[in-house]
């Protein structure tokens, strides 16, 4: 009975050491980002983390096709794109695809939610609507993207 525990209690403290971290942006940046403004002629798509599950666990980004970054728990990208069709993807233990059709002037969330798969963290990416979105976000803190966003 003793020995389940103790493997456990070891577990919960490699999880608690192991904390995953991601470059962040100057939280004059994570601030902007945060008032959820539309930009003339774009879409702007929020992929976000905000789940304090799988804090060893990094999760890397695609858009259409190129790599973004990394996401941690309670993390996000703030994506100023053309708008149009997009393709996101998410990758862990396996692949979460995502298709979606943004408009100009408009915002859009994207929520990447860690799923315990059986031979690892996996991800489902989902589109979410304001509320939901805009909530996800302010918990987090937002990530710097390795190709050139806005």
């Known amino acids: 009975m003793k020995k389940p525990l103790n493997v456990l209690l ?17 939280p004059r940046l994570d601030s902007e980002a945060k008032k959820f403004s539309p930009v003339p002629g774009k879409s702007v798509i929020y992929i976000f983390r905000d789940e304090i599950i799988g804090t060893a666990v990094f999760m890397t980004v695609f858009f259409d096709g190129k790599i973004i970054g990394q996401t941690a728990p309670q993390t996000y ?9 997009h393709q996101i993807m998410s990758q862990g233990i396996s ?23 059986f031979l690892g963290p996996g991800s489902l990416l989902q589109l979410t609507d304001k509320k939901r979105g805009q909530a996800g976000v302010k918990a987090s803190k937002r990530a710097v993207p390795i190709a050139p966003f806005r």
């Open 10 to 26: 070891v577990l919960y403290l490699f999880f608690l050491a192991g904390c995953a971290t991601v470059p962040l942006t100057a």
């Open 77 to 85: 990208f703030a994506l100023t794109v053309d708008p149009g069709k």
């Open 95 to 117: 692949i979460s695809v995502l298709d979606i059709n943004t408009e100009a002037e408009k915002i859009y969330y994207v929520w990447q939610e860690m799923k315990m798969e």
